[in-house]
C-alpha cells in the first residue's frame, strides 16, 4: 500500500456497521434512512431499466438531470449555471470531493479542511499529494460548534490551494451561519482559494433555518465548487448519484480526473433524480420536518438516559457527551457498545488530527424509523 493510502486502510462507518451485523446492534453509526424515498422517483428508475436506459450515460451526466440541477439551484438559490458546462454529474458527492482534490490540487499545495471533518476528505487531499491543514470547530458558550475564524485566517496562506466546507455539518449537526460563511469568503478571496462545498445536507436544516450555498457570497461564483447528491435529499444513498456545480473552467478540471475514475455512473438513476429533483421538493421537505421531530425524540431520550447532548441544527446527527455516563473516551465506548448495549454509534475523535477537544463526544444517526430509535433508547437505558 502506498504511503498516500496507508494512514487510511479502513472507514469507521464500515467498522462500527460491521460490528452492529455481528452483535445484531441496533445500528444508529453509519447514516443512512431505513425507509425509501418518494414513489415516483423509485417507478422512474424501475421504468428506466425497463425501458433500456442501461448503457453508459453522456460522460457529463444525462442532460435532463443536468437541467434539473441548474433549476433548482436557480429556484432555490438564485444562482445560475449552463448545464452543459457548469455541471458534472459524478458517483455521489464522494467521487465529486476526490476528483476536485484530483483536478485542483498539486502536489505539496495544502488544503484547509475543518475538523472534525467527513472521513473521505483526508483521504481525497493525499491521493492528490496535497498536504491538509486542519482548524477546529469550537464550542461556543451555547456549546453549538462554531468555526474558529481567527485559526481559519491562521491556517490559509500562500501555499493553500483550496478549502473544504460542509455546511450543514457532519458530525456535528452545525450549519454554519452568515457571519461565519463571509469570513470564509472573505480568506479565500484574499488568498485566491478554490472553496470545495459539500452540501448534501442542503435540505436537511431544522428550525427555520434555511441554507446558504457559499458560492452566492460576493467573488465566490468564480472560486467555488459546490457539491450536492441525491443520497440525503431523496433517502437514496445507495444510488451514488451526485454532482458539482461551478464555473466552466474548474468543471473542466474535475470532469479531466472523473472520467478516468468512473467515467460515468448509474444511468437509470439519473432520469429518476432528475424527475425528483423537478417534481419532489414537497416531499423533501416533509422529510427534513420528519427529521426535526426524530431529532428531537432522540435528543430528549438520550438526555434521560443520561448523555449530554449537543443541539443539531441540521443532518442525520446529534453528538453527544459520554462523561456523565462515566466515560472519558469516545472511542472505547462505540467499540464496546454493541457488546454491552446492543446499539452501535460513531466516535467524533476519529474525524480529528487533534482528538483530544472531542475525544467525550459520540455521534448518533436519527434518521431511522420511529420503532428503531425507541428500540435503541430502550436498550441504552441499560448504561445507566
Ligand atoms: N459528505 C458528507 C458530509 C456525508 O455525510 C456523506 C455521506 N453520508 C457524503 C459526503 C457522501 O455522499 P455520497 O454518498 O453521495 O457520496
Ligand atoms: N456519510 C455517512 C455517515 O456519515 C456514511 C457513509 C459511509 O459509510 N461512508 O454516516
Given amino acids: 500500500l502506498t504511503s498516500r493510502l496507508r494512514p487510511f486502510t479502513s472507514t469507521i462507518f464500515a467498522e462500527i456497521t460491521e460490528l452492529a451485523r455481528r452483535t445484531e446492534a441496533v445500528n444508529l453509526g453509519q447514516g443512512f434512512p431505513d425507509t425509501d424515498g418518494p414513489a415516483s422517483m423509485l417507478q422512474t428508475a424501475q421504468r428506466a431499466i425497463a425501458d433500456g436506459v442501461n448503457q453508459y450515460s453522456p460522460g457529463t451526466g444525462e442532460p435532463a438531470l443536468r437541467e434539473a440541477i441548474a433549476e433548482q439551484r436557480r429556484t432555490h438559490y438564485g444562482i445560475e449555471h449552463d448545464p452543459d458546462s457548469e455541471v458534472l454529474v459524478t458517483v455521489g458527492a464522494t467521487e465529486a470531493l476526490t476528483a476536485s482534490m484530483l483536478a485542483l490540487v498539486e502536489p505539496g499545495d495544502e488544503v484547509v479542511l475543518i475538523e472534525p471533518y467527513y472521513d473521505a476528505y483526508p483521504v481525497a487531499v493525499s491521493l492528490a499529494g496535497g498536504v491538509r491543514r486542519t482548524v477546529g470547530l469550537k464550542q461556543g458558550p451555547d456549546h453549538r460548534f462554531e468555526l474558529d475564524t481567527d485559526a481559519l485566517r491562521a491556517a490559509v496562506g500562500p501555499r493553500t490551494r483550496a478549502l473544504v466546507l460542509n455546511s450543514p455539518h457532519n458530525p456535528t449537526g452545525t450549519v454554519l451561519t452568515d457571519a461565519e460563511l463571509a469570513v470564509v469568503a472573505e480568506v479565500c478571496r484574499e ?22 450555498p457559499p458560492a452566492t457570497l460576493p467573488g465566490m461564483a468564480e472560486r467555488t465548487l459546490s457539491i450536492s447528491s441525491a443520497g440525503k435529499s431523496f433517502s437514496v444513498t445507495g444510488w451514488k448519484i451526485g454532482w458539482v456545480c461551478g464555473p466552466a473552467e474548474l468543471i473542466a478540471a474535475v470532469r479531466s480526473a472523473k472520467q478516468f475514475l468512473t467515467f460515468v455512473g448509474g444511468a437509470p438513476f439519473q432520469p429518476a433524480v432528475a424527475h425528483a429533483l423537478r417534481t419532489e421538493l414537497d416531499w423533501v421537505h416533509r422529510l427534513r420536518d420528519e427529521l426535526q421531530r426524530k431529532r428531537d425524540f432522540l435528543a430528549s431520550g438520550l438526555t434521560e438516559v443520561g448523555f449530554d447532548v449537543l443541539a443539531g441544527e441540521g443532518t442525520y446527527f446529534v453528538c453527544t457527551d459520554v462523561r456523565p455516563l462515566g466515560f472519558d473516551d469516545g472511542e472505547e465506548f462505540c467499540r464496546t457498545l454493541p457488546e454491552r448495549a446492543g446499539v452501535a454509534a460513531i466516535p467524533v475523535q476519529v474525524f480529528c488530527d487533534d482528538p483530544d477537544p472531542v475525544r467525550h463526544l459520540v455521534r448518533f444517526a436519527f434518521c431511522k424509523r420511529d420503532e428503531v430509535l425507541d428500540e435503541a433508547l430502550t436498550r441504552l437505558h441499560k448504561l445507566r
Fill in 191 to 212: 488568498h485566491d482559494v478554490i472553496a470545495v462545498t459539500d452540501e448534501v445536507y442542503e435540505h436537511l436544516l431544522f428550525d427555520g433555518r434555511g441554507h446558504t
